[in-house]
């Protein structure tokens, strides 16, 4: 009993560092942040700042032990959070107190009905995790594997297998991590952390509709809705896989931008967005392309409605373009001085044949209430529902975003190099998980449709991007 104590107070003690070397730097460059959007943001933040830290001592030939990969990251974020207090001080060696809060508005029946189903959600799946090892076949073959790889020789070390060595390696060195601060390889223990990256998609998508101008109770409902619509993102609540923390930075990428086109972004959410453009490129080989689809879509957006200071507004993009980059060529560097050499197993020709077979279970995956429940149907009639201004405010956006990604998942299947024979495997092993990337953004549409039904000031009466 004290061992099974002591493992779960140094995973604990894991996943705290991990919130606080992102939430600290995440407070310190964007002080307009909430309390739970820090929480939110800082636990994808420390992820991503601390797998490319364990990258970097890789490609310097050091061997990873707690102290050298929790140490550095910490002493920065303590360093930052420091550095804010001082010039806090500084600025007034008396400060004013400060103003009494007001006192929050009081839980409706509907808040403890939401917050209820959530909680019971939330047990249900951290149970789940703990109870079973790593045991789902992309988890045992790839993203598993590699994390105890990764800790047993205590490097990004690929020599000797192939489980698609090229993937970026966010998913595994967060396992990695983990591993050495529990001190052994627990498959149990450590695959809390994907309920953690549940939470944090739901805190962070909660945050986001708040900004958007709903209310606490309709903000509630839409994350309920989102989380408790079929069974798919409720299965990667526990499983091992790289595609919920690929839906959280999604996400972040997408949901800051837009927050900045809709003119309801705190300060320098640019810059928050280029962390989380890092961590897609960084998480899973379909990240860049996903990156690149909220650039183009933000990109467009902007040249169709044609705010004032066009040029300024769209040279702003550079900051989620270098977060991109940030993510993507450490990486590409590494397994170019390793001799990784980076797969084309996922395009090798074009097949028309195989396009016209993706069409019937695409559409059937929309649909299918064991996937999303009524989620897809749902933001479809939002989108409806904005009507013209769907083509003259910046749920544009959200429209050309979803609408292009549906579009790119049918033509990365025309180019899926499978037999004849394995093809409706491949397209049942991947649609789900595909289409769950955009499940949040699908969200903040719903959010935008509530506001229309309600008759409330929003991103529905034309506003022009906020400066960056």
Known sequence: MIEAGLLVVRLGLGLATILAVGALPAARLAPDLRRLEVLAVGFGVGTLLITLWMLALSSLGLEFHLPLVAGPPLALAAGLWLGKRLAAWRRSSQPAPPPSPALPDPFSFWDWLFLGLLALLYLFAGLRAVMYPIWAWDAVATWGFK?????????????????????????????????????????????IIFPCWGGGLLLLLFEMLRRLGLNRTQALGVCAFLALNGLTLITHLHIAYADLALTYYTLGAAGFLYLW????????ALLLAAFFFAGLTWGKFEGAPLAGTILLAAGLTLLWLRPPRLGRRLASLAWPLAGMLAGYIPWRLYAASHGIEIGSDHVLGFYPRQLLQALTPFFWALINPGNFGLLWPATALALVALGKKLFTTPPLFLALFLGGNFLAILLAYAVAPTSPFEFHLYLRATLDRLLLHLTPVAAL????????????PSLLSPRLPAEP
Do not use: M
Request: proline share 5%; aromatic share 12%.
């Open 261 to 268: 086109l809709a003119g309801a972004a705190p300060r320098r």
């Open 445 to 456: 549409a719903l959010g935008e449709a509530l506001q229309i039904t309600q008759g409330e």
């Open 147 to 191: 994390a105890k790889v990764f800790y047993l020789r205590a490097a990004v070390d690929l020599s000797g297998f192939e489980a698609h060595n090229y993937y970026p390696n966010l998913v595994p060195l967060s396992l990695t991590y983990l591993y050495l601060w529990l001190g052994q390889v627990n498959d149990h223990l450590v695959k």
